[in-house]
Structures are given as structure tokens and as C-alpha cells.
């Protein structure tokens, strides 16, 4: 299975992506390491990193699903053509793709997590506030079937429920009698 990870920086997509990396067992694949070792490797800030390293993530994954094990993808996913990638991709292994979006639904709280937030992502800026606002209009609308949760509620629920859902979307789809 193809898990793609959506919501904006700071949102709590990470922590759910990991914790479910840790249990389902499944391969996690976070964008924003690949983007920082692109950086580190001597890419230039100026050139399209992001959607380069959306790209290598997706030669990753490619090979974890082509092993026959299931793929978290951990981006923010908020433009159809990234989830056209991810669609694509499970396509082409026959796998099902399940989206999770992850939100915050207190502004308070996730300005708070992105402000005081340190990663360790050698060489990777965290997005000011700022930047986070303009990615919040960027975002389109979905049109994919998706599981919302909202990060204000605490990990374990949210993860418990994403177990739900993928277990439930792992499911072939059933014919019509």
C-alpha cells in the first residue's frame, strides 16, 4: 500500500507518518531530509528543490513498493499534481493509495509547534509563519477520498484512527450484487 501524508508544515503529519511507519511496519519517506541533503549536496537554494526532492522520493518509494512493502510518503501534498503522482505511482504497482491529511485546527497552537520547532534536518529552514500562510492559499481542494485528522487531538487517538482507515482501504474494493 501507497500512504501519502498531506498538511501544511507543522501540522503533526510527521508524527502520525512515523508512528505509523513504526507500527503498520511500513517504510517512511519524509521530503523535507531529501530536499536538505540535496542542499547539502551542493544543489542551489534558487533551484526547484522542492518539487526535485518530490521526485527522488518518489524513485524511493518506487523501489519499496517494487520489494512488496508498503510506503508512507510524508509531504505536504497540497496541489493535485502531487497527488496525481502518488496516484500514478500506486497505479503502476497495483497497490491501493490511501490519503491522510493531517490539520491543526488551532491557529494559536500550530504557529506555536512551527515556531518552536527543531527537526535537526541538517542544512533544511523551517518555513516561517509567513511562508505557511501563502502555502495555505496554494492549497487546492481535494478530490480524493481522504481520512482528516485534526492534530489538536492527541497522537494516539489520531493514530489509532489511521490504523482504521488503512485497514479499511487495504480492502479490495467490494463488487456490486
Not at 521526485?55 to 518506487?62: I, Q
Not at 523551517?126 to 492549497?139: I, K, L, M, S
Request: with cysteine; hydrophobic share 45%.
Amino acid at each position: 500500500m501507497l500512504i501519502a501524508m498531506a498538511g501544511l508544515p507543522a501540522a503533526g503529519k510527521s508524527s502520525v507518518a512515523e508512528r505509523l511507519g513504526r507500527t503498520l511496519p511500513a517504510a517512511t519517506v519524509a521530503v523535507d531530509p531529501v530536499e536538505a541533503a540535496m542542499l547539502r549536496g551542493g544543489v542551489e537554494r534558487g533551484q526547484p528543490t522542492g518539487l526535485a526532492a518530490c521526485v527522488v522520493a518518489e524513485a524511493v518509494a518506487d523501489g519499496v513498493l517494487a520489494l512488496g512493502q508498503s510506503v508512507i510518503i510524508d509531504a505536504v501534498n497540497g496541489v493535485e499534481a502531487a497527488r496525481r503522482q502518488w496516484r500514478t505511482l500506486a497505479e503502476r504497482h497495483r497497490v491501493p493509495v490511501a490519503f491522510i491529511e493531517v490539520v491543526c485546527s488551532d491557529p494559536r497552537v500550530h504557529r506555536r509547534r512551527l515556531e518552536g520547532r527543531s527537526r535537526g534536518i541538517t542544512g533544511f529552514e523551517e518555513p516561517t509563519w509567513e511562508a505557511v500562510g501563502r502555502r495555505r492559499a496554494e492549497y487546492e481542494p481535494w478530490t480524493d477520498r481522504r481520512l482528516v485528522l485534526d492534530s489538536v487531538a492527541d497522537l494516539a487517538s489520531n493514530v489509532t484512527k489511521a490504523q482504521e482507515y488503512l485497514a479499511e482501504a487495504a480492502q479490495p474494493p467490494r463488487s456490486a450484487s
